[in-house]
């Protein structure tokens, strides 16, 4: 089955500056990658995804690259700001049957 | 803005009692999901679920759960016999297509289950 690493599990960025998350994943048939972030008590939240038919996408300050041939994907948060603090989580899907596997999530924390 | 809805937000349990947690997926979806969650891990998949049968379940579902769309309003998650290691937020999640197109879950903000 597929198997999604994430990297780093803590990330400590200032406010203003940017912060990067990287994921690996194991099947190259998985063509739908999600992020979502998820805040203390709550359920995860869709913030952006891609498909494997690109190799980037943006919205506002997010963006998400995805690299086929090293099967691994980034998301990329620019202009930080206190309320991107959260737990992020990227996801993969293999053969696009709705299962998604789950990253082991990175603490992200905004310091003022 | 439509989104999932689960209650309750917390269940508290005694080891073998039966438990059914419930989920009120986006109005138009037409496929729905179960995912935990155990304390400070990640995320995994449960079960999903459409036109009223399973279409894929993990490891995780085995004989003690099962799902059910006893109306046209609400997704239900059962086990049947509680164990301690069951403990874990149970999310709900709901899609309005699959496949190549559109394929984004959403997800409710979960049913905390501790069992004692």
């Known amino acids: 089955g597929e198997n999604v690493e994430q990297h780093p599990s803590t990330l400590s960025v200032q406010e203003g500056d940017s912060a990067v998350i990287k994921c690996t994943y194991s099947?190259?048939?998985?063509?739908?990658f999600p992020w979502y972030k998820q805040e203390l008590g709550k359920g995860p939240q869709l913030i952006i995804d891609i498909r494997s038919n690109v190799g980037e996408k943006k919205d506002q300050r997010i963006a998400v690259t995805l690299n086929k041939t090293a099967k691994h994907f980034s998301l990329h948060i620019t202009e930080t700001q206190p309320e991107d603090s959260a737990v992020y989580f990227c996801a993969a899907d293999p053969f696009g049957n709705e299962k998604l596997t789950f990253g082991t999530g990175t603490r992200l924390t905004i310091i003022p | 803005e439509p989104e999932v809805t689960q209650t309750p937000s917390h269940q508290v349990t005694q080891m073998g009692q039966e438990v059914i947690l419930r989920c009120v997926p986006i109005s138009n979806h037409l496929y729905f999901y179960w995912y935990r969650q155990i304390l400070g891990q990640k995320v995994e998949f449960l079960v999903s679920?459409?036109?009223?049968?399973?279409?894929?379940k993990s490891e995780i579902f085995d004989d003690q759960f099962s799902v059910e769309r006893p109306d046209g309003s609400n997704f239900t998650l059962k086990i049947r016999s509680t164990k301690l290691e069951d403990s874990a937020m149970y999310f709900c999640?709901?899609?309005?297509?699959?496949?190549?197109?559109?394929?984004?879950?959403?997800f409710g903000p979960g049913t905390r289950l501790t069992v004692t």
């Open positions: 999640a709901s899609s309005a297509l699959r496949g190549q197109f559109s394929y984004e879950q959403y």
């Open positions: 679920f459409y036109n009223n049968e399973i279409s894929e």
């Open positions: 099947d190259s048939a998985s063509n739908y």
